[in-house]
C-alpha cells in the first residue's frame, strides 16, 4: 500500500498539492462555526445531582435570572468603608450604563469589617454566558466601572461567571499566542541546528499554518456538529503543539529517510517513493497508536474529554495524512535544492555517540535494564502521592486577572469566598411540600460542613421545588469548598430531606464534585482500553505476542514515573497542594502513545538487524547506533513543543507543559534507548513468537530496511 501511495505522489506531486489546496479551501469555506464552552456543566451528563439541580430549577423557575456578575468595592487607599462610601457605590451601581447582557444591580451589601462592599448584576433573559459577543461585553462594564471609580476614593473588580469566564478565555488566548510564538523559534533554531536547510526549517512551520491548523480546526468544528460534541476553549493551545510537534515529528521521520535514499545516489522522485515506502509504516502505525488513545476519550463520562479527545486525534490524523502525502509531494517538486543551502547532507553522520550507548547496552543489558528500570520505578513510588484538584478556574487562568483579584479581595475584606457562586440546594418533591417542614431543613443545612450561611427558601409557584441559596465559607472552586459540599453539605441535605421529597445540590461546586466521581470511572476505563488497543497494534505491527507486553510495561513504567516527577517538582518542590484532576489523563495519553511511536522506531529497527543475522545483542547495539539519533532528534523537537506550554501563565498549561515534555524525555532518551532494546537482548529470539519476525529473510527478496533511518 505504502509502495504504491509512494509512486503516486512521486510522479504526480502537483495533483497531490492540488487536492491538498482545494480540500483545505473548501473545509475553511464551508464548515459550521461552533462556539467553544466554558460552562462545566455543559460537560456533565443528566444523571449526576448538579444537573439534575439546574433542570429543576430551571422548571420551576423559568422567569428567575442568574447573577452574571459580583462587583467588589473597596478604597484605594486600604481604608475601611464609611457610610458615605457605601452610600456613593449604590449611586454608582444604579447610575451604571450597563451592557446589554445585565439587566438591574442589587444594593450594595458591606462586609461584616466594612473593608469591602459588593453589588450583584443579574444577567437579562437568554444571556448563557457562553456567545463571545457577550463575554465581551464585560470588557465594557469594567471601563465603565473604572469611569464611574475615578476620583471617588474607591477601586471597582469584577468577579462572578461572566468575568471568569472572559478572563479565562482571554488568558487562553494570550497563552495561544505565547505558545505559539515560543514553539516557532524553538521549531526554527532545532531543525536550523539538525538539518542546516531554509526550506526543512520552514517547512514544518508553512505547511502547519497554511494547511494542517486551517484543515483541523475545519474538521473539528464539522466534528462537533455531526456528533453533537462540546468544545473546550483549552483545546486550541494544545492543539498548536500537537500540529507543530507531532506533525514536525512524523515529518522527520519522512525526511530522515528521504535524505539517506539521496545519500545513496538514487534520484530525487526514486527517493521520495522509497521513503514512503519504508517510513510509511512507522508513521501510519505510530500515528494509529495516538489516534486511538485520543479516541478512547469517547469512553469518557465528562463531555469535556469526549470533545478533546476526538479533537486532538482528527489534528494527528492531518498531521499523519500530510507527512504521508503533502510533504514528500513538496520535496519532490523542489528536488535535491530540499537541503539547501547546507551540503552537509551528502556526508552520512558517524554517529559516534549512540554506537558507543548501543555497544555498552549490547555488552551489559541486564546492568542497564536494571539501572533504566529502576530509575523509573523509583520515580514512579511519587505517583503515589499526586493530589488531584478540581480548580478548573485558578489552573485556566493567571493569578493576575481582574476576577481572581477580585475574589482574593473578597476573602480578604471579610466576606465568605462563596459569596460570588452560592450553592442552591433543591428540595423537591411530587407532591407539593409541607411548608411547616423547611425552616427545619434549611436549619440542617445551615449546620452542616463549610457552610457560611443559608437564605430562606424560594417555593415554586406549584409549590412542589424549593431552593434554599447557600454560601460556602471557601472559594465555590476551590477544593475545601468541594470537600465541604461532598462530605457535608450533600448528605446533610439528603439525610434532612422531609419524607416523600428529595434534595439536590447544584452550582458550580456541585459541579465540580461530580467531576470528581466521573473521573473516577473514567480511570478505570479509560486508561484500559487504550492500553488494550495500543496492545492490539503493537501485535499486528510486530507479529508477536511476546514484545508488545514488555514495550507497553515499559511505556506504563513511563507513565508513572512522568506523574511521580510532577508531583517532586510541584507539590514537593513547587509547594502546590495539588494538581489539575485531568493531568493524569493527558500524560497517560500522550506519554503512553507517543512513547510506543518511539518503541516501535527502534523494535523494528532492531528486527531489521536481527533479520541481518546478528545475535540479540548485537542487534540491539546495532539499533541504537542506527536508529538513536533520529528518536534523540525527534524527542528534543516534541518535548520542546509541549515544554513550551510552561509559558502560558496558568498553573493548567505549566504543569502540563512540564509533565508532557519529561515524558517525552524518558520515551526517547530512558525507554527506547535503554530500557527497551536491553529487554529485547535479554529475552532474545524469544521476543518475537510466534510470528518470529527476527529470523532472517531467505530467497533473493530484499531485508527490510529500518522504518526510520540514521541521522
Same mark, same amino acid.
Given at each position: 500500500?505504502?509502495?504504491?501511495?509512494?509512486?503516486?505522489?512521486?510522479?504526480?506531486?502537483?495533483?497531490?498539492?492540488?487536492?491538498?489546496?482545494?480540500?483545505?479551501?473548501?473545509?475553511?469555506?464551508?464548515?459550521?462555526?461552533?462556539?467553544?464552552?466554558?460552562?462545566?456543566?455543559?460537560?456533565?451528563?443528566?444523571?449526576?445531582?448538579?444537573?439534575?439541580?439546574?433542570?429543576?430549577?430551571?422548571?420551576?423557575?423559568?422567569?428567575?435570572?442568574?447573577?452574571?456578575?459580583?462587583?467588589?468595592?473597596?478604597?484605594?487607599?486600604?481604608?475601611?468603608?464609611?457610610?458615605?462610601?457605601?452610600?456613593?457605590?449604590?449611586?454608582?451601581?444604579?447610575?451604571?450604563?450597563?451592557?446589554?447582557?445585565?439587566?438591574?444591580?442589587?444594593?450594595?451589601?458591606?462586609?461584616?469589617?466594612?473593608?469591602?462592599?459588593?453589588?450583584?448584576?443579574?444577567?437579562?433573559?437568554?444571556?448563557?454566558?457562553?456567545?463571545?459577543?457577550?463575554?465581551?461585553?464585560?470588557?465594557?462594564?469594567?471601563?465603565?466601572?473604572?469611569?464611574?471609580?475615578?476620583?471617588?476614593?474607591?477601586?471597582?473588580?469584577?468577579?462572578?461567571?461572566?468575568?471568569?469566564?472572559?478572563?479565562?478565555?482571554?488568558?487562553?488566548?494570550?497563552?495561544?499566542?505565547?505558545?505559539?510564538?515560543?514553539?516557532?523559534?524553538?521549531?526554527?533554531?532545532?531543525?536550523?541546528?539538525?538539518?542546516?536547510?531554509?526550506?526543512?526549517?520552514?517547512?514544518?512551520?508553512?505547511?502547519?499554518?497554511?494547511?494542517?491548523?486551517?484543515?483541523?480546526?475545519?474538521?473539528?468544528?464539522?466534528?462537533?456538529?455531526?456528533?453533537?460534541?462540546?468544545?473546550?476553549?483549552?483545546?486550541?493551545?494544545?492543539?498548536?503543539?500537537?500540529?507543530?510537534?507531532?506533525?514536525?515529528?512524523?515529518?522527520?521521520?519522512?525526511?530522515?529517510?528521504?535524505?539517506?535514499?539521496?545519500?545513496?545516489?538514487?534520484?530525487?522522485?526514486?527517493?521520495?517513493?522509497?521513503?514512503?515506502?519504508?517510513?510509511?509504516?512507522?508513521?501510519?502505525?505510530?500515528?494509529?497508536?495516538?489516534?486511538?488513545?485520543?479516541?478512547?476519550?469517547?469512553?469518557?463520562?465528562?463531555?469535556?474529554?469526549?470533545?478533546?479527545?476526538?479533537? @486532538? +486525534?482528527? %489534528?494527528? #490524523? *492531518?498531521?499523519? /495524512? !500530510?507527512?504521508?502525502?503533502?510533504?514528500?509531494?513538496?520535496? &519532490?517538486? =523542489?528536488?535535491?535544492?530540499?537541503?539547501?543551502?547546507?551540503?552537509?547532507?551528502?556526508?552520512?553522520?558517524?554517529?559516534?555517540?549512540?554506537?558507543?550507548?548501543?555497544?555498552?547496552?549490547?555488552?551489559?543489558?541486564?546492568?542497564?535494564?536494571?539501572?533504566?528500570?529502576?530509575?523509573?520505578?523509583?520515580?514512579?513510588?511519587?505517583?503515589?502521592?499526586?493530589?488531584?484538584?478540581?480548580?478548573?478556574?485558578?489552573?485556566?487562568?493567571?493569578?493576575?486577572?481582574?476576577?481572581?483579584?477580585?475574589?482574593?479581595?473578597?476573602?480578604?475584606?471579610?466576606?465568605?469566598?462563596?459569596?460570588?457562586?452560592?450553592?442552591?440546594?433543591?428540595?423537591?418533591?411530587?407532591?407539593?411540600?409541607?411548608?411547616?417542614?423547611?425552616?427545619?431543613?434549611?436549619?440542617? @443545612? +445551615?449546620? %452542616?460542613? #463549610? *457552610?457560611?450561611? /443559608? !437564605?430562606?427558601?424560594?417555593?415554586?409557584?406549584?409549590?412542589? &421545588?424549593? =431552593?434554599?441559596?447557600?454560601?460556602?465559607?471557601?472559594?465555590?472552586?476551590?477544593?475545601?469548598?468541594?470537600?465541604?459540599?461532598?462530605?457535608?453539605?450533600?448528605?446533610?441535605?439528603?439525610?434532612?430531606?422531609?419524607?416523600?421529597?428529595?434534595?439536590?445540590?447544584?452550582?458550580?461546586?456541585?459541579?465540580?464534585?461530580?467531576?470528581?466521581?466521573?473521573?473516577?470511572?473514567?480511570?478505570?476505563?479509560?486508561?484500559?482500553?487504550?492500553?488494550?488497543?495500543?496492545?492490539?497494534?503493537?501485535?499486528?505491527?510486530?507479529?508477536?505476542?511476546?514484545?508488545?507486553?514488555?514495550?507497553?510495561?515499559?511505556?506504563?513504567?513511563?507513565?508513572?514515573?512522568?506523574?511521580?516527577?510532577?508531583?517532586?517538582?510541584?507539590?514537593?518542590?513547587?509547594?502546590?497542594?495539588?494538581?489539575?484532576?485531568?493531568?493524569?489523563?493527558?500524560?497517560?495519553?500522550?506519554?503512553?502513545?507517543?512513547?510506543?511511536?518511539?518503541?516501535?522506531?527502534?523494535?523494528?529497527?532492531?528486527?531489521?538487524?536481527?533479520?541481518?543475522?546478528?545475535?540479540?545483542?548485537?542487534?540491539?547495539?546495532?539499533?541504537?547506533?542506527?536508529?538513536?539519533?533520529?528518536?534523540?532528534?525527534?524527542?528534543?523537537?516534541?518535548?520542546?513543543?509541549?515544554?513550551?506550554?510552561?509559558?502560558?501563565?496558568?498553573?493548567?498549561?505549566?504543569?502540563?507543559?512540564?509533565?508532557?515534555?519529561?515524558?517525552?524525555?524518558?520515551?526517547?532518551?530512558?525507554?527506547?534507548?535503554?530500557?527497551?532494546?536491553?529487554?529485547?537482548?535479554?529475552?532474545?529470539?524469544?521476543?518475537?513468537?510466534?510470528?518470529?519476525?527476527?529470523?532472517?529473510?531467505?530467497?533473493?527478496?530484499?531485508?527490510?530496511?529500518?522504518?526510520?533511518?540514521?541521522?
Amino acid at each position: 500500500m505504502f509502495g504504491a501511495l509512494g509512486r503516486l505522489v512521486s510522479r504526480r506531486p502537483w495533483y497531490v498539492i492540488a487536492a491538498w489546496l482545494v480540500a483545505t479551501v473548501l473545509v475553511v469555506l464551508f464548515h459550521p462555526k461552533v462556539e467553544a464552552t466554558t460552562d462545566q456543566a455543559d460537560f456533565l451528563p443528566d444523571s449526576y445531582d448538579s444537573i439534575k439541580a439546574a433542570n429543576l430549577m430551571a422548571d420551576a423557575f423559568p422567569d428567575q435570572t442568574d447573577s452574571g456578575a459580583t462587583v467588589v468595592f473597596d478604597r484605594t487607599d486600604g481604608a475601611k468603608l464609611a457610610a458615605a462610601d457605601v452610600t456613593k457605590i449604590g449611586a454608582i451601581m444604579s447610575g451604571l450604563d450597563l451592557p446589554e447582557v445585565f439587566t438591574t444591580a442589587t444594593p450594595p451589601i458591606a462586609s461584616p469589617t466594612n473593608e469591602v462592599a459588593i453589588s450583584n448584576l443579574q444577567l437579562a433573559e437568554g444571556v448563557t454566558g457562553q456567545d463571545e459577543k457577550e463575554l465581551d461585553q464585560v470588557k465594557d462594564l469594567r471601563d465603565e466601572l473604572k469611569k464611574a471609580t475615578d476620583g471617588t476614593g474607591l477601586r471597582a473588580l469584577t468577579t462572578g461567571s461572566l468575568p471568569q469566564s472572559y478572563d479565562q478565555i482571554q488568558s487562553g488566548s494570550n497563552a495561544e499566542a505565547i505558545v505559539g510564538l515560543a514553539t516557532l523559534v524553538l521549531i526554527v533554531v532545532l531543525l536550523g541546528i539538525i538539518f542546516r536547510s531554509v526550506i526543512i526549517t520552514l517547512l514544518p512551520i508553512l505547511s502547519v499554518i497554511f494547511f494542517l491548523m486551517p484543515m483541523t480546526n475545519g474538521l473539528i468544528d464539522i466534528a462537533a456538529k455531526v456528533f453533537g460534541l462540546q468544545k473546550d476553549p483549552s483545546t486550541s493551545v494544545i492543539l498548536i503543539v500537537v500540529l507543530f510537534g507531532v506533525g514536525t515529528d512524523y515529518i522527520l521521520f519522512f525526511v530522515f529517510r528521504y535524505r539517506e535514499r539521496l545519500r545513496e545516489g538514487e534520484e530525487h522522485r526514486a527517493a521520495v517513493a522509497h521513503a514512503i515506502e519504508r517510513a510509511g509504516e512507522a508513521i501510519a502505525s505510530a500515528g494509529g497508536a495516538v489516534i486511538v488513545a485520543f479516541l478512547a476519550l469517547l469512553l469518557s463520562t465528562l463531555g469535556m474529554f469526549r470533545s478533546i479527545g476526538p479533537s @486532538l +486525534a482528527i %489534528a494527528v #490524523g *492531518v498531521t499523519v /495524512v !500530510a507527512a504521508l502525502t503533502l510533504i514528500p509531494a513538496l520535496a &519532490t517538486v =523542489v528536488g535535491r535544492a530540499f537541503f539547501w543551502p547546507s551540503k552537509k547532507w551528502k556526508v552520512p553522520s558517524p554517529g559516534a555517540r549512540f554506537e558507543r550507548v548501543g555497544a555498552a547496552v549490547g555488552r551489559r543489558p541486564v546492568r542497564y535494564a536494571l539501572l533504566s528500570g529502576g530509575v523509573l520505578a523509583v520515580l514512579s513510588v511519587f505517583a503515589l502521592s499526586f493530589t488531584p484538584t478540581f480548580d478548573i478556574g485558578s489552573s485556566s487562568s493567571s493569578s493576575t486577572v481582574e476576577s481572581a483579584k477580585a475574589s482574593k479581595a473578597l476573602e480578604d475584606g471579610g466576606f465568605s469566598a462563596g459569596a460570588t457562586q452560592p450553592a442552591p440546594v433543591v428540595l423537591h418533591s411530587d407532591k407539593a411540600l409541607d411548608p411547616a417542614a423547611l425552616p427545619a431543613f434549611k436549619e440542617a @443545612l +445551615a449546620q %452542616a460542613k #463549610g *457552610v457560611a450561611s /443559608v !437564605a430562606d427558601p424560594l417555593p415554586s409557584a406549584d409549590g412542589r &421545588t424549593a =431552593v434554599f441559596m447557600t454560601t460556602l465559607k471557601d472559594d465555590p472552586a476551590s477544593d475545601a469548598a468541594l470537600a465541604d459540599l461532598r462530605d457535608g453539605l450533600r448528605p446533610a441535605a439528603e439525610k434532612a430531606a422531609p419524607d416523600g421529597s428529595t434534595a439536590y445540590v447544584g452550582g458550580l461546586t456541585g459541579i465540580f464534585v461530580d467531576f470528581q466521581a466521573a473521573m473516577n470511572r473514567d480511570y478505570k476505563v479509560v486508561f484500559p482500553v487504550a492500553a488494550g488497543i495500543i496492545l492490539l497494534i503493537l501485535a499486528l505491527l510486530l507479529r508477536s505476542l511476546v514484545a508488545p507486553w514488555y514495550l507497553m510495561l515499559s511505556v506504563g513504567l513511563g507513565f508513572a514515573a512522568t506523574l511521580g516527577a510532577t508531583t517532586i517538582v510541584f507539590q514537593f518542590i513547587g509547594g502546590e497542594e495539588g494538581l489539575i484532576f485531568m493531568l493524569p489523563i493527558y500524560i497517560y495519553l500522550f506519554v503512553v502513545a507517543l512513547g510506543t511511536d518511539y518503541n516501535i522506531l527502534m523494535v523494528a529497527r532492531l528486527r531489521e538487524e536481527a533479520r541481518e543475522g546478528l545475535e540479540p545483542r548485537q542487534a540491539a547495539a546495532k539499533a541504537i547506533h542506527h536508529s538513536g539519533p533520529t528518536i534523540a532528534a525527534a524527542g528534543v523537537i516534541l518535548a520542546g513543543t509541549f515544554a513550551s506550554l510552561m509559558l502560558a501563565g496558568n498553573s493548567l498549561l505549566t504543569s502540563m507543559g512540564f509533565a508532557i515534555a519529561f515524558g517525552i524525555c524518558v520515551a526517547a532518551f530512558v525507554m527506547s534507548m535503554f530500557f527497551t532494546p536491553a529487554l529485547t537482548a535479554l529475552i532474545g529470539h524469544a521476543a518475537w513468537w510466534p510470528g518470529h519476525g527476527d529470523e532472517a529473510r531467505g530467497g533473493d527478496e530484499e531485508p527490510e530496511k529500518e522504518l526510520v533511518p540514521t541521522a
